[in-house]
């Protein structure tokens, strides 16, 4: 019984030093990914994240609707209000870290380490790779559950979501042919 309790003890304490790994993950940068994700058989996913409306949300911010939306809530420049941040920037949504060496900017508005979490851990070739070790190292691959953290009620212009719709539009799949 003793040793079940010590067994357990431990397993909890290794558990949390995963949690706590993953929690000190750094965000690297769309750009970092971009080096392996840009080639047409490899499915382009930068190229085609650079030209969805994620790529363009920090750069929304400074538009005259943001303002007027702002101003109407009572709040200052959208672009360095939390209130709009936390699902127009990376960074405000994750709540990471940057990467000491990133080239990371707020302009990459929604990128990659949005949806699939800070990539410090799991960018190395070798684990990503492998989806179960990228998967321990914080790589997220979550579909409609992750969406409506963003794509809710809360946001200002919100008119719905209807996942499969909306997803077809970002979806930047890997081809059959290079798997
Ligand atoms: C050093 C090269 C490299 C870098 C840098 C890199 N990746 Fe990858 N990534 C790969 C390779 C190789 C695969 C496996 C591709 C395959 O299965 O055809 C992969 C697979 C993936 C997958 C699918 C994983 C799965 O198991 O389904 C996702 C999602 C992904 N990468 C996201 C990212 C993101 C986000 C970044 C930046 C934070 C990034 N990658 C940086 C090389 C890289
Ligand atoms: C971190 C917050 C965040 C997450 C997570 C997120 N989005 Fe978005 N999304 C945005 C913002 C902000 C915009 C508006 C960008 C702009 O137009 O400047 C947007 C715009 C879009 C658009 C453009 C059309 C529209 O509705 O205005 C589509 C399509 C979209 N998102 C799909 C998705 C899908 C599918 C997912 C999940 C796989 C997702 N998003 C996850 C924040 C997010
Ligand atoms: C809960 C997340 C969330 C918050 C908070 C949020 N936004 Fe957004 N914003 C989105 C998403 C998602 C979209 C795209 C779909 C939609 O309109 O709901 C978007 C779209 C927009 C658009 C329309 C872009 C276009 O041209 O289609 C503007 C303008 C905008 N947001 C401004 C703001 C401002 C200003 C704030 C702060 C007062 C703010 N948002 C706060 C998630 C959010
Ligand atoms: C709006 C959220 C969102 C953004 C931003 C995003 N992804 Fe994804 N990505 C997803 C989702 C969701 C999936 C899983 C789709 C599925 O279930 O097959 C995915 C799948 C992938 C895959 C695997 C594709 C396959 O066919 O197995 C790769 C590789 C990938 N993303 C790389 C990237 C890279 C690189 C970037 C930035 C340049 C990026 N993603 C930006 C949500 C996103």
Redesign the pocket.
Known sequence: MKKTILILAALAITLSAFAALAADNTIVG?GK??MC?KKPKA?E??K???E?A?ANAFATLKSEASVAIAKERGLGNPWEEAACLKCHDTQAFLGAELDPKTKYTIEEG???E???GAGSAYKKKSVMKDHDKAVAAGLI???ET??IKCHNEESPTFAGFVFEER?AE?????PEAAE
Do not use: M, Y
């Not at 970002?170 to 890997?174: E, G, L, S």
């Open positions: 769309a990914c971009k994700h499915g996913q930068f085609i994240w650079s969805s994620h929604v990128g990659c949005a949806c699939h691959i979550e579909g992750n969406c997803w970002v979806a930047h799949p890997i």
